[in-house]
Structures are given as structure tokens and as C-alpha cells.
């Protein structure tokens, strides 16, 4: 049986260009855009995981960037943080959220969707 392969896409401006959707729709995939202000409801992990997950990383940058990003920098310019660097933020963050699986688990009930027994 042919299945034809299905990509949810949220509302963000890149993911509505028609060369974009022109171009996965060519590669035999159907796309499906999600309505605005739905994305509690249609992406939870987005909501219950991802969002902690950037808040976190987002720290993690800003506290660099004060200490050492700004100040490195030659002529007064930025310096972009090591891959060593941003994986030692990743590792942080995810001790720090050291319930994930718990939290991936209470996106999919947030809503009120039964997934998971309680």
C-alpha cells in the first residue's frame, strides 16, 4: 500500500512560503500547516519541553556573552561560542531538567490528551 507521507507545519512566515511547500510537496510529501494560536494544543512538546529547553539555553548564552563573548572579541567585536561550549550549555540544561522524559511525558497530558496512563 502507497502511504504518502504527511509534514505538520506551525504558522511561522518561512514554513507559508509557496517555494517552500512547493518544494516538499515535490518530494511526494503532503503538507499540513497548523492554525495560529494552536500550537498548545497541536505541538505540546513544543510547549511543555522545547520551551523550558530554549528559556535555559538562552541563559546560558546570555551569561557567556557578558563574561566572555563581549569581552574576547578583538576591536570591540563578538566572538561566536565554541561547539565545546554550546554542547557544555546542552549537557547543563538537560541535568538541570533532569526530569525530561517526565516532562516530554506531562507535554502530551497538558492539554488534556490521554496518552500516557497517570
Not at 89 to 100: I, N, Y
Request: hydrophobic residues 40%.
Amino acid at each position: 500500500e502507497h502511504v504518502i507521507p504527511l509534514l505538520i507545519l506551525d504558522s511561522y512566515r518561512c514554513h507559508m512560503m509557496a517555494t517552500v511547500v512547493q518544494a516538499i510537496q515535490a518530494m511526494g510529501v503532503e503538507v499540513l500547516h497548523i492554525p495560529g494560536g494552536c500550537t498548545c494544543l497541536c505541538q505540546p512538546v513544543d510547549i511543555g519541553f522545547k520551551k523550558p529547553f530554549k528559556t535555559y539555553m538562552r541563559r546560558e548564552w546570555e551569561t557567556w556573552m557578558l563574561f566572555e563573548g563581549l569581552t574576547n572579541g578583538e576591536n570591540g567585536d563578538t566572538i561566536a561560542p565554541s561547539r565545546l561550549q554550546i554542547t557544555q550549555w546542552v549537557s547543563s540544561v538537560l541535568e538541570h531538567m533532569s526530569t525530561t522524559t517526565e516532562l516530554i511525558k506531562n507535554s502530551w497530558l497538558k492539554p488534556g490528551w490521554k496518552w500516557f496512563e497517570d
